[in-house]
């Protein structure tokens, strides 16, 4: 059994809508050797390895069911076995996980085996250790090559649940996330120790095992400064021990004389009962205890020894929760076994295990239980008579194999205001006071009794898994004291995916959300901002970035572009969305990460459809998105449709649904909002900047999405309206996204798209411009596509321009140097576009440079970039310095950045007023002619830049400077744009 692949999922994901882990395992010749040919002598020593693998249901969905898919027919394949085992050493280890699937994968004798994981790091170690099981217990001939010999289980079994253990949340954390995902509220771990996010964006709070972010860090000083805390609560009159600081060992013996015995030695700040010595009788006990105390810390207390029984009594915001009687860790002796075996019987209680892993913690004999046996006359030999109880500690904490029982009820109202007021006079919103009394249910001020400590971070297993007594909701008030009812923990999030038009949606809504005063949180393919800046550059589109945006304290509102490559990864990162939108499902990036298919593309691409609450935002005119539907959750539907004659969404509307719609009205298209039975006239496209007038027809679909997901989130009409109005095509605000250049004498369009579909939208927009001159074109694809995706490509553009440069990418992906320009050019040859139109040159910098050489007065250049921001710098910069030799064998030098200039912006601004209904009166839609113009455009201001490369027929051209002279200048803001990661 090999491990060939794995992928840990952050969130929803192709096989479950929570965190999983995916081992691809090859099973080779153990294909050949289902459970049922392995026989009793397999089965019967895994069942008594692992006795909790008889509980799962597995397919049959009872207690029993695995057992019979072991036993049953021909039984069932190893890679299933492992998932078992996966989930099952997890609950050994305290991380109760029941989920898992296994399914054949793409080759013989290969399994996808997924299984639910509490955290990353335990769930990757569980999956290796259950190969090592399965190994050790197949028959010899069939063990793996490197299998291991030494394989001892029962070690191997507690070194894991101390490793789970020491990277697992402690019982307190564990407590509150449960607490919090019954309320909904969202919550992400930060770090290895403790440290959770409660909430998203500005609604987050944050705790550490029980400190909270309204915890004050001077309650925290004094309650760990114990001579404080004894002095701030006697000053109160509240019941405290005589007490005193030492810092030698005959200062603590003369101070115990003074106190008078018996007395108690601890350090001054240390935790979990560390270095506590109690019931000192004598200065020898009193030297010996100093010493240990000194351990932990160099001043320490010695204190009056309260007779009584030691409780824990817990206060959250003011009020008191539970009460827990402490009792140390101890064994009853029966006049039979010795102490030693005592301990050994008491350990095999089920109800204690290693750390935190169980209710109880095991009993460990060392050299302070040794100490406390001396004093009772015994060793580890003696047999107790019957019925004695032997303590083993001093102290009940649960960590050193203490027991607690629930005495919440019992407790003396005056002993309940006792703790009340001692948590507020030290200033904790939750605190444990450790009260020693000879009876709770009576008043202190009757029996007597001492408050010995006041502690932050109080511990809630003894709370929550009491050894007898009900079990107290203690997390929950915490919550509650944190997000008190009607507080919101969640911000709006909008997940955008689609094969085209991710990032213009995401920034037209994002600049939607600005201007109506949000602070929002943008992860897009260039990078996160946050408020409109930059944060992060590169390819943000994964899980990662979007946890990036929900853990900013400023954010408020999340736009979230999601795609298909993180999705595949590591899914989405957070548990559900409000809104999701799903733009288009195109052919590009088949082939890769095993999605082969458009369906499968789209199933992937589902995954934000099936956890968005409230709407589900759906292009009406693509069928795989409109399929969808079928598995949305959400509250809503709303279809996004550029046919006002769509019959199903006609339907939708009718029966009181959502939807956006391109109608044809007087003035030209009107983008209009259908909610219920109300018409609500949006916007017409000729306004909208980034549409060119409405010629851009991809980027009136986008805006309809934008304005779709922008209502959904509750923006008001008008407040969509004016951002749409004021988002235009510059670099600036959409780098890489139709940007159009008028500073030199011919115009020059920017565009990343890099699938046949990107390119016939640019292609339409194209011919729709009036055009004086040649049509001019850079042309790409990615490397890692297909060759019949590339192909396609270059058919996607056959007959639109007068001139065609071809290049490849700065990284090929795995192809050859010159490859992909080679596939393009062959496909355009074999379309019928002359030879003496196509010019191969690869390197994208030189061929973006033989374009603009190539351009004249009154022509139009399409550049289809890769590198953006370096592109946008080399359109800006074009003229005002030589850039370059043009080699066609693609060969060039590193250009060196600088400063970019930006291009013009313009903004649209006019009145939406009527149109025609959907239901009213369909419509045609098609775009308004614009007379084209045989005149060539007006000079820019000022002087025309030189052009210092002239195109001729036989592609020569001259420099005025060497290469390694040339500069661009840089962006201002210094953006680099980074497009997907490699798969």
């Known amino acids: ?196 996010q409660l909430g998203h964006g500005r609604y987050q709070q944050r705790i550490q095992a029980t400190v909270t972010s309204q915890t004050r860090q001077i309650a925290v000083e004094i309650a760990s400064d114990k001579e404080e805390t004894n002095r701030i609560l006697g000053d109160l009159g509240l019941p405290v021990p005589a007490q005193r600081l030492v810092y030698t060992a005959e200062e603590a013996v003369r101070a115990a004389e003074r106190i008078e015995y018996p007395v108690v030695v601890k350090p001054l700040n240390a935790n979990h009962g560390r270095g506590v010595s109690i019931d000192l009788r004598d200065p020898d006990e009193v030297r010996t205890a100093f010493e240990q105390a000194r351990q932990h810390r160099r001043a320490v207390l010695v204190e009056r020894f309260i007779e009584g029984i030691d409780h824990r009594m817990l206060v959250v915001g003011g009020e008191l929760i539970a009460v827990a009687k402490r009792v140390p860790g101890h064994v009853v002796g029966d006049g039979v076994h010795t102490v030693d075996e005592l301990v050994e019987v008491l350990n095999l209680d089920p109800r204690r295990g290693i750390g935190h892993e169980k209710v109880l913690t095991r009993v460990e004999l060392d050299a302070h239980a040794d100490r406390l046996l001396v004093q009772a006359g015994l060793m580890r030999q003696s047999v107790p008579e019957e019925g004695r109880i032997v303590y083993l500690r001093s102290n009940g904490n649960l960590s050193t194999g203490g027991t607690a029982v629930d005495v919440t009820d019992a407790v003396h109202p005056d002993n309940r205001e006792m703790a009340v007021r001692a948590a507020r006079a030290i200033g904790l919103d939750v605190a444990g006071v450790d009260f020693l009394t000879p009876d709770i249910t009576r008043s202190h001020k009757d029996v007597g009794g001492a408050i010995c400590e006041v502690n932050a971070a109080p511990g809630f297993r003894m709370h929550v898994a009491p050894s007898e ?86 954010v408020d509102v999340a736009v979230l572009e999601t795609a298909r490559g993180g999705l595949l990864r590591a899914g989405m990162g957070y548990q559900r969305c409000d809104v999701a939108a799903c733009l288009n499902v195109q052919g590009d990036h088949l082939g890769l990460r095993g999605i082969d298919t458009l369906e499968g593309l789209a199933e992937v691409k589902r995954i934000i459809i099936e956890v968005a609450r409230d709407t589900a935002v759906l292009n009406a005119d693509d069928p795989l998105c409109l399929q969808m539907a079928d598995h949305s959750q959400a509250e809503r539907l709303c279809y996004v449709t550029m046919n006002p004659e769509h019959e199903l969404v006609r339907q939708h509307i009718e029966a009181g649904g959502m939807a956006i719609v391109l109608e044809r009205g007087i003035q030209g298209q009107m983008i209009t909002m259908y909610d219920g039975l109300a018409h609500m006239p949006l916007l017409w496209t000729h306004l909208i900047p980034a549409t060119l007038e409405g010629r851009a027809m991809h980027n009136v679909q986008n805006a309809m999405f934008a304005g779709a997901i922008a209502y959904s989130l509750g923006i008001g009409l008008e407040d969509i309206r004016h951002g749409l109005r004021t988002f235009d095509a510059t670099f600036f605000q959409a780098p890489g ?170 903004t649209g601004e006019a009145e939406a007023t009527g149109t025609a209904g959907l239901l009213e009166r369909p419509a045609t839609v098609s775009s308004p002619e614009t007379p084209a113009t045989d005149s060539a455009p007006p000079p820019p201001d000022g002087p025309v830049r030189p052009r210092p490369l002239e195109w001729t027929g036989d592609w020569g051209v001259e420099l005025d400077l060497d290469l390694e002279e040339r500069k661009l200048v840089r962006d201002e803001r210094g953006v680099r744009i980074a497009r997907e990661p490699d798969d």
């Not at 060759?787 to 058919?795: L, S």
Request: aromatic share 6%; glycine share 10%; charged share 25%.
């Open 737 to 906: 996204r139709m940007n159009i250049f008028d500073g030199h004498p011919f115009k020059v369009i920017l565009d990343y798209g890099h699938n046949p579909t990107a390119i016939l939208a640019m292609r339409a927009v194209v011919e729709d411009l009036p055009v004086s001159g040649r049509r001019i074109v850079v042309l790409a694809a990615p490397g890692d596509r297909r060759d019949e995706d590339i192909q396609e490509a270059a058919r996607a553009a056959v007959g639109a321009f007068d001139l065609y440069i071809l290049r490849r990418d700065d990284n090929p992906r795995g192809r050859g140097p010159d490859e992909v320009p080679r596939i393009l050019e062959k496909e355009l040859l074999a379309a019928g576009v002359p030879a003496d139109q196509i010019r191969v040159v690869p390197e994208e910098e030189l061929a973006v440079e033989a374009a603009l050489s190539a351009a004249g007065p009154g022509d139009l250049v399409l550049i289809f970039g890769d590198a953006v921001s370096r592109t946008w710098q080399q359109i800006t910069g074009f003229g005002s310095e030589a850039v370059g030799d043009v080699d066609t064998t693609g060969t060039s030098n590193t250009v060196a950045d600088a400063d970019t200039v930006d291009g013009p912006d313009t």
């Open 469 to 554: 007594g009900t079990s107290r909701d203690v997390a929950g008030p915490v919550m509650e004291m944190l997000f008190a009812p009607g507080t919101p923990s969640r911000i709006p999030i909008a997940a955008i995916t689609g094969t085209n038009g991710k990032t213009t949606t995401a920034r037209m809504l994002a600049h939607i959300l600005k201007l109506k005063g949000s602070t929002v949180g943008m992860a897009t393919t260039d990078g996160v901002y946050i408020g409109g800046q930059l944060t992060v550059e590169g390819d943000m589109t994964g899980p990662v970035a979007a946890q990036m945006v929900l853990r900013d304290p400023q």
């Open 1 to 196: 059994m090999k491990v060939i692949d794995k992928a840990v999922y952050l969130g929803p994901n192709l096989y479950a809508h929570f965190p999983v882990i995916r081992l691809t395992v090859d099973l080779g010749e153990l294909e050949e050797w289902p459970t049922g040919r392995l026989g009793d002598a397999f089965v019967r020593p895994l069942l008594e390895t692992l006795p909790g693998l008889s509980e799962h249901g597995c397919s049959y969905g009872e207690p029993g069911g695995f057992v019979r898919r072991l036993t049953e027919n021909e039984g069932t394949w190893l890679g299933h076995v492992l998932e078992h085992v996966a989930i099952e050493l997890q609950n050994v280890a305290g991380l109760l996980v029941t989920f898992g699937k296994t399914r054949s994968a793409d080759g013989p004798c290969r399994y996808d085996v997924v299984y639910e994981y509490w955290q990353r790091e335990q769930g990757l170690e569980a999956g290796r250790l259950a190969i090592d099981l399965i190994s050790r217990l197949l028959p010899a001939k069939l063990r793996p090559p490197g299998a291991r010999a030494d394989f001892d289980w029962e070690p191997e079994r507690d070194a894991f649940i101390r490793f789970a253990q020491r990277r697992a949340m402690g019982p307190s954390t564990a407590a509150l996330v449960r607490a919090a995902r019954e309320r909904d509220i969202p919550w992400l771990r930060l770090n290895e120790f403790g440290l959770v």
